[in-house]
């Protein structure tokens, strides 16, 4: 039976901590089955709820809506689906909203989304400006059938980066009590990292009449790499913290089981600190997971408080009399099996492996079987070599049968800035030679960002600089590469990554957006002629795909030879992953194009683009050559 949020928080004894767990619809069919079998093995935890993100429009909020019935029909956990409004139909929302009805999911987190763009300029297709108009449409269209939650931000709301607009709290009070008095019933805060400033932002919410009484869960993410804690902060606009940065020196920031280790004690003396200094208030922790479940089985373990959760789980395990402990395990494998079989009609070789991820016997004492869990997690149990899928995550080439395969922030394609910012970063263009200028200039780093990425250059970017300055010349716009290595020590200030010790390797590969004539006519017939040597993809944005690969075929192009372990590899490049990339990579182009009025000359350049160019992906196997892949490329 579905249960409200708020029933299940009141259920509770009066101090009893409890946590929920974020997840996102992975970008790839496998990356889906998988996570289904993660669901499986995270509920042992006992999260008293789960939530699923939502990307607005399109395949992104079906698959959504799909991920949260699996999650309340199948796996039988509470469920709380996202919605975001801006830049939304209606018609989706109520579609969204009747499909969650009619499973039993009574849970909705109400989101703004990201900043809808000037009706008047770019064509917005949304009927909701605010969250709160969310709110109070879903209260009169649905009267008290759904738990509402809304967003909170202890640091501030922002639209844009840090540079546009100063963040603070009191000023987005009012919102806040538009929301509640709209109808919202529990506030779910954005990720951050200052303890100091969450407990300031709670007592400032409760300072306010309307707010007193209302459920906050503060939200945080684990630390399961350098990289992805800085984006993330970034995206989020979330201050790190000094005495936090200094935990992670430059000299462990490539080491990613070391920063792992460190973050999961950051995090467990967050969460310690948050219950202490609320005085137990705040009862409840949500966690971002990105997919992910090494480090919050850990962190779960090693908190005071939250261990509890895990061991009333057990026990509830355990008293229950009426399911012996094949019973058990026969549902927890047929609710992964129909997952699996009704969604993605897969093969039988797929449901035994199914069924073997649900071989999870109940027989352990409730410390045994949270190691058991942990040791799953971290590919000594029935997972395998599976559960190293995520060693190094959420990577754009990472494994596409990953759950945490996708955009760390789960929301599909945007901006990710204000049109205000982005008119600032990018102009008018009116040319190609225009667009050139701006992937030139972010080389330079005289840009801080493209459409495509938000965060700066990596350091091995420099190696190849003009290289790529000079595919931009000629209109070839460059959105991934890397140079190629041969034996980097792990330890390299640019090039390394990785424990000590170790060697890295690379094969080039570049990923671009080229004009169809000019692929069709030069590069491609170049390309040709180097045999096996050269590997491509390439993709328009409408049905066109074509690559000189076999099909499911899977290139590794970054690996590390460590010491006492198997070889790591990091990033690949396949077919499943570059469709995915494709589909959303064509969609920043379309997103980029809403910020012009139609007809004007910028907006009917990058149609243009849309219409007339490829994403191509092309990748060199002589990685000993280091410039065998630029030289093919740039050739006359």
């Known amino acids: 039976m579905s249960i409200k949020i708020t029933d299940k928080i009141a259920s509770l004894e009066k101090d009893e901590p409890f946590f929920s ?36 429009g399109g395949t992104t909020s079906e698959k959504t809506t799909d991920l949260a019935v699996t999650c309340q029909q199948d796996l039988g956990l509470t469920t709380c689906m996202h919605l975001t409004c801006t830049n939304t139909p209606k018609s989706v929302i109520d579609e969204a909203l009747a499909k969650a009805k009619n499973c039993g999911i009574k849970n909705i987190l109400a989101l703004r989304g990201d900043p809808a ?11 909701f400006e605010y969250a709160a108009d969310l709110v109070r449409y879903i209260r009169e269209e649905h009267g008290d059938y759904f738990c509402i939650g809304v967003a909170g931000y202890p640091e501030g709301h922002a639209d844009g980066s840090f540079e546009e607009l100063q963040q603070d709290p009191k000023k987005d009070l009012p919102y806040l009590v538009e929301k509640i008095s709209a109808g919202a019933d529990f506030i779910i805060t954005q990720l951050f990292f200052d303890v100091e400033k969450f407990v300031q932002y709670e007592k400032m919410i409760r300072s306010q009449p ?56 950051v995090l467990v003396k967050i969460i310690d600190e948050i219950y202490e200094k609320t005085d137990s208030r705040v009862k409840g922790i949500h966690f971002y997971t990105l997919n992910l479940e090494k480090s919050i089985a850990h962190i779960v373990n090693k908190s005071k408080y939250l261990a509890k959760v895990v061991a ?25 099996r129909a997952a699996y079989t009704n969604r993605f009609n897969t093969t039988n070789k797929v449901i035994s492996d199914v069924k073997a991820v649900g071989n999870v016997k109940m027989t352990h004492s409730p410390s045994s079987q949270l190691q058991k869990l942990i040791s799953i997690s971290a590919g000594r149990g029935v997972l395998g070599k599976d559960a190293t899928w995520d060693d190094f995550p959420n990577g754009r080439f990472g494994d596409s049968r990953s759950p945490a395969y996708g955009e760390i922030d789960g929301y599909g394609p945007s901006l990710k800035v204000s049109s205000s910012r982005a008119y600032e970063l990018w102009g008018y263009p009116k040319t190609k030679k225009d667009i050139s200028k701006l992937f030139i200039n972010y080389l330079l780093k005289k840009l801080d960002c493209l459409p495509w990425s938000e965060l700066s250059l990596s350091p091995e970017t420099s190696l190849i600089q003009e290289e790529l300055m000079n595919l931009n ?19 390299d200030k640019i090039l390394g990554w990785g424990p000590s010790n170790g060697f890295i390797y690379q094969k080039a590969f570049v990923e671009m957006f080229v004009s169809k004539k000019e692929w069709d006519e030069k590069l491609l017939p170049k390309l040709n002629e180097s045999g096996n040597l050269v590997s491509y993809y390439y993709a328009d944005s409408k049905d066109t795909f074509e690559t000189n690969l076999p099909k499911n075929a899977s290139n590794c192009v970054t690996w590390g030879v460590f010491p006492n372990r198997e070889i790591v590899q990091t990033t690949i490049v396949e077919e499943e992953s570059f469709r995915a ?5 064509f969609e920043i182009w379309k997103e980029w194009k809403l910020l012009y009025p139609k007809g004007s000359d910028s907006e009917k350049l990058i149609d243009s683009v849309l219409n007339d160019y490829y994403l191509v992906t092309v990748l060199h196997h002589d990685y000993p050559n280091e410039s065998a892949l630029w030289d093919l490329l740039l050739a006359n």
């Not at 996102?24 to 093995?41: C, E, Q, V, W």
């Not at 763009?117 to 009927?127: A, F, L, P």
């Not at 995206?235 to 280790?261: C, G, R, W, Y």
Request: proline share 6%; glycine share 6%.
């Open 581 to 585: 990339w494709r589909e959303e990579a």
């Open 21 to 56: 767990l974020e997840f996102f619809p992975p970008k790839t069919d496998s990356g889906m089955r998988n996570l289904y079998a993660r669901l499986g093995r995270m509920s042992l935890l006992g999260p008293l709820f789960v939530t699923v993100t939502w990307g607005a």
């Open 473 to 491: 010349e000629k209109n070839y716009f460059t959105v991934a590469s890397q140079p190629a290595i041969n034996c980097a020590p792990s330890k």
């Open 210 to 265: 309307e707010l007193e009484k209302i459920t906050i869960i503060p939200g945080l993410l684990p630390i399961n790499g350098y990289n992805i804690f800085q984006r993330a902060s970034k995206l989020s606009h979330a201050s790190i913290p000094k005495k936090m940065l200094d935990e992670f020196p430059v000299e462990i920031q490539n080491d990613d089981d070391t920063v792992k280790e460190i973050g999961v004690d």
């Open 312 to 336: 009333k789980k057990e026990l509830e395990l355990e008293d229950d009399t009426s399911s012996s402990d094949d019973e058990i395990d026969e549902s927890i494998t047929t609710a992964k």
């Open 117 to 127: 763009r000037d009706s008047s300029v770019s064509h917005g297709i949304g009927e």
